[in-house]
């Protein structure tokens, strides 16, 4: 089915994965699958070696200090829910700042927090072109303020944000910053230490080319264990407890970095295949899938922004996108035009609301959502070409 299909829904997960992924999973599955454990028999040996491998690969290309600071998660969501939950705890009234541009890993966390009155929160409205101004962020903190949580890039409108901006603010504040990468890992550079981030989540199945099941969660030193220093506002509470493959002795999590926070079998296969994408990613070096999609985006825009049968949503300099774009034709759902580029044309976009509600609600397209068309590494001119044509098909 994938060879007919033309797929633009990279901003959901990637697709194809990056050349060697496959393999890689394979030979893993097939020689070293064995239980990650520092103490056990060799092939558990070298199981643990593999993750430390890609946990390096990790923390160099986010230029983290420490590897053992980069944490496996199972996906993008788990890992903000890890910085979320292990931050807040139970919340304590503490303030926390984030966008109206957030994935629903995000909101609904905080929204529940909310709703538990257990934190007070400000959302962060944007402009008509996507953009959050630091400015409004800086203008909300409150003496009780403690995190601010944003996303990297609208998954909704690819928009680019200000994270240096924003990790600058929450620094002089003595705040905790935690950026959502999950439209921008892979595409974008991003360095922990000059954007000063405190909290780097990301899943590792959209463009860092890997399989699904795999993300992770760098923590960066402001971010103590809690046990270590009860009194400190950023201490950080493990979100699942269990089993580390370290050591066994300790009646709760042990308190060194990554077991802390790895509590259970991980999900090897899937994190040998995210060392291949992660590997690729580099031989091709970032910025150029960047360069391609957001080419490809332009090409959109250029084509449906001025045509009257058309709403293209956010800003019209695809430089300023991560290759996602959302638009929606008038007089159709968005629900019926993806079923209609799937069924009649083989094309896979993604029509909704795309697990962001509050981003909707500000452009109005709340309920029923927008076509998210978002390009991928391995995307052509020619299939963008096809895609216009189906468009423009189905506007009639
Ligand atoms: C901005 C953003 N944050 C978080 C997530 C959640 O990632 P995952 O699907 O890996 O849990 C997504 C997924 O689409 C996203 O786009």
Redesign the pocket.
């Known amino acids: 089915m994938s060879d007919a299909m033309i797929y633009f829904d990279n ?3 990637s697709f194809p994965k990056a050349p060697g992924v496959n393999e890689a999973m394979s030979k893993f599955l097939a020689e070293d699958a064995a239980n990650p454990g520092r103490a056990g028999h060799r092939m558990a040996v070298a199981a643990e070696q593999m993750l430390d491998n890609v946990r390096l690969k990790l923390t160099r290309l986010f230029v983290g200090d420490d590897p053992s600071r980069m944490v496996f998660t199972l ?4 890992a ?1 829910n890890m910085a979320i939950k292990g931050v807040l705890g139970e919340g304590g009234g503490a303030h926390v700042i984030t966008t109206e541009l ?2 629903n ?2 909101s609904r966390p905080l929204q529940a927090m909310t709703d538990r009155k257990t934190i007070e929160l400000t959302r962060i409205a944007f402009d008509d072109d996507g953009f959050i101004d630091p400015d409004d962020v800086c203008k909300a903190i409150k003496p009780n303020t403690r995190l601010i949580v944003m ?1 990297h ?3 909704v409108l690819g928009t680019i944000q200000d994270a240096k901006a924003v990790g600058a603010i929450a620094r002089e504040h003595d705040l905790l910053f935690c950026l ?1 990468a ?2 921008t890992a892979g595409v974008l550079p991003i360095s922990i230490k000059d954007l000063q981030i405190d909290l780097l989540a990301f ?1 590792g ?2 463009s860092l080319l890997g399989p699904t099941g795999t ?1 992770a969660l760098y923590v960066g030193e402001r971010c103590p264990v809690s046990s270590l220093v009860v009194d400190d506002e950023a201490r950080l509470n493990p979100w699942r407890e269990g089993g580390t493959g370290g050591d066994s002795s300790t009646p709760t999590q042990p308190a060194e970095f990554p077991h802390y926070l790895e509590g259970g079998t991980p999900n090897t296969v899937g994190i040998a295949g995210l060392g291949a994408g992660v590997e690729y990613v580099n031989q091709q070096g970032i910025g150029k899938a960047l360069a391609h999609e957001q080419a490809m985006v332009q090409t959109l825009i250029d084509r449906f922004a001025d045509d009257e049968r058309f709403t293209v949503f956010g800003t019209r300099d695809a430089k300023r996108r991560v290759g996602t774009l959302s638009l929606n034709i008038t007089g159709y759902d968005a629900p019926d035009v993806g079923s209609i580029l799937d069924d009649s044309f083989q094309i896979a976009v993604r029509p909704g609301l795309h ?1 962001a509600p509050y981003t909707h609600r500000r452009l109005g397209t709340f309920p029923d959502g927008a076509v998210r068309v978002s390009p991928g590494a391995f995307n052509t001119d020619e299939q963008i070409n096809q895609l216009i044509e189906a468009l423009d098909q189905i506007a009639g």
């Open positions: 901003a959901a997960t996906n993008g969501t788990d903000l957030e994935h890993s995000v996303t890039a609208s998954n959502d999950a439209q899943p199945h959209k993300g697990c």
